[in-house]
């Protein structure tokens, strides 16, 4: 079986590198349309002055990340197939540059969440899962059992390599499913994550999520439609 997972490497490097200049600030309103994309240096600075976050916020955090580094894995996969329809290339193109930038931007908010933790841990009594308060210079843990963490919709490693292994209609029509079971397990985790969660970021995180991929499913859902 071929695999095309240097080919994701390269995708992902060229993706990072468009869209970090590209990334916009983000608001700390929540409102349905504000995105995610806040350039590093800037959600460093405004994440240390928004309340300070949850054990929620940070369970979205620590479960969304590699639901979307899978995201970009199955994209990766079907842009290195053959006879793949030009609009199926397009949308995993879209994938791979938005959720790319979404990586990035969570990744310096937990940055930014850990130099903000005074010496003598977090303030505003905050407590993590279970209600044991994290340790000074230390974020909360613990969210192995977490509703956030159960990575709804995502691919089997025996998916991903069929995945791996097909080529034109066949890849084309696999990847739709696959990635609109993907993003609908994601608008679970978008839904928790706006109810419970409490930092400004991470609900307007969630809330991009789910105007931005029910968008894309709707999409894919017609896409698959019409796949010959």
């Known amino acids: 079986m071929r695999s095309r997972i240097a080919a994701f490497g390269v995708v992902l490097a060229m993706s990072t590198a468009t869209v970090a200049a590209a990334a916009v600030g983000l608001s700390l309103t929540t409102g349905a349309e504000s995105a995610p994309q806040a350039a590093a240096a800037g959600a460093r600075t405004d994440a240390a002055t928004a309340a300070y976050p949850t054990i929620e916020d940070h369970c979205y955090i620590e479960g969304m ?62 407590e993590g899962h279970g209600g044991a308060q994290p340790a000074a210079g230390t974020v909360p843990t613990g969210c192995g ?3 956030h963490t159960q990575m709804k919709g995502m691919a089997s490693a025996e998916q991903l390599a069929a995945l791996d292994a097909a080529e ?27 109810r419970e969660g409490t930092n400004a970021y991470v ?10 991929q029910q968008r894309e499913i709707a999409a894919m859902t017609t896409l698959l439609a019409e796949a010959p």
Not at 171 to 181: G, Q, S, T, Y
Not at 203 to 212: D, M, P, T, Y
Request: aromatic content about 4%; proline content about 4%; hydrophobic content about 45%.
């Open 65 to 126: 990340i590699p639901h979307h580094e899978q995201a970009l894995e199955l994209s990766s996969l079907v842009l290195g197939a053959t006879g793949v329809r030009d609009r199926t290339r397009a949308l995993a193109e879209f994938i791979v540059a938005d959720q790319t930038a979404e990586i990035e931007t969570m990744r310096a908010w937990q940055d930014a969440w850990r130099r903000a933790i005074p010496a003598g841990g977090p303030s505003g009594g905050h």
């Open 145 to 147: 059992d977490h509703p």
């Open 168 to 194: 034109a209609g066949a890849a084309d029509r696999m990847f739709l499913d696959l990635m609109i079971a993907h993003h609908e397990g994601a608008l679970e985790m978008a839904e928790s994550a706006v």
């Open 203 to 212: 609900r307007s995180s969630g809330k991009h999520v789910l105007v931005e």
